[in-house]
């Protein structure tokens, strides 16, 4: 073998530890939003990412900058988005400087579901990782996305 098909190897198996460990994740965190509040993974991820738009000038995303952030396409968003205005949880607007642009925001309801679910969304990616961590070819990429926790740190 040579040193390419080495490297490469180990790329691969870098990249099915990831995509092994995402799909851990991703299931767990899937199971207890849809059973405790009647949400998806990508459901909790749209109304987690609206929520954080402010009013103030580029406050508020076009539905592209929405499916970038939320990785999806712009039609599988646009799906997504209709999904949760028919359910009350977003609502949409056209800007009031382009006629033709079209944002989107979270309702009184979806922005109180989110922090209803945002506990279990927290609950269920700890325990998804803890269990990771157990799995030594996921140990670690835990570490890593422990490492990259943007919060606050304690001073």
Request: aromatic share 4%.
């Amino acid at each position: 073998m040579t040193t390419t098909d080495t490297t490469a190897t180990g790329l691969a198996h870098g990249w099915y530890a990831l995509s092994l460990l995402h799909g851990r994740i991703e299931a767990h965190i899937e199971r207890a939003l849809q059973s405790g509040h009647d949400l998806s993974v990508r459901e909790y991820s749209l109304l987690d990412v609206l929520s954080h738009q402010h009013n103030d000038e580029g406050g508020h995303l076009r539905m592209n900058q929405v499916a970038d952030a939320v990785v999806l396409s712009q039609s599988a968003t646009t799906r997504l988005v209709t999904r949760l205005e028919d359910r009350g949880l977003l609502s949409r607007y056209l800007c009031a400087t382009d006629r033709r642009g079209i944002y989107t925001d979270v309702t009184d309801a979806g922005l109180a579901l989110l922090a209803e679910a945002r506990p279990t969304h927290d609950a269920a990616l700890r325990e998804a990782l803890d269990r990771a961590n157990e799995d030594p070819r996921l140990t670690p990429l835990v570490a890593a996305v422990e490492k990259l926790d943007g919060g606050p740190k304690a001073s």
